[in-house]
């Protein structure tokens, strides 16, 4: 599970790429519409387009950082446990949340396991969807942010990483979806 010393995987091409500093800036505006994208989601081992949500249900875009199957960013790793511990209550809600991670599927697979991920990991290892939703990245992978989107597709609350508050309170999120119902 988690190691403090095995770096294998972490310095590569994705590394690279996100090394240097990007401030989260995200562009996108409250109110309008956000980009469509389709990731593989290595929880079903399926394809999941966002636009397939659009008339159907609110969707919350969790982006984190998770560095290599072995390493997890300190600040994420209780995040991710926390919406997965509290899955249950966003799908009781009709709510789905879709986590984006800069893992490669296969490095993916294996957090699913370890962690015993419930929602939807969609793997993304070119950034190109952390890129389009404008999150920002350091240090090698990109920044944590949070999309809460209605059953339209519209943007009704972004939370953007800053270290004081790195990740969106859960349950806030829980009360921003739950305000447009």
Known sequence: MLTSTDFSGLFNQRFLNNFFPIPASS????????????LPDVTHDQQVKLNDYREEKPVILAF???????????LCYPHILELNQRYEAFTQRGIEILMITSTDVSQSKQVVKDLNIQFPLLSNPTCSVF???GVGQALGAPLPAEFVLDEEGVLQYKHLFSFLSPN?????LLSVVSSDD
């Open 27 to 38: 562009p996108l505006i409250l109110g309008l519409k956000t980009p469509n994208f389709e």
């Open 64 to 74: 984190t950082r998770i560095f290599t199957e072995k390493q997890y960013c300190p």
């Open 131 to 133: 890129r389009k939703y």
């Open 168 to 172: 969106a309170n859960v349950e806030e």
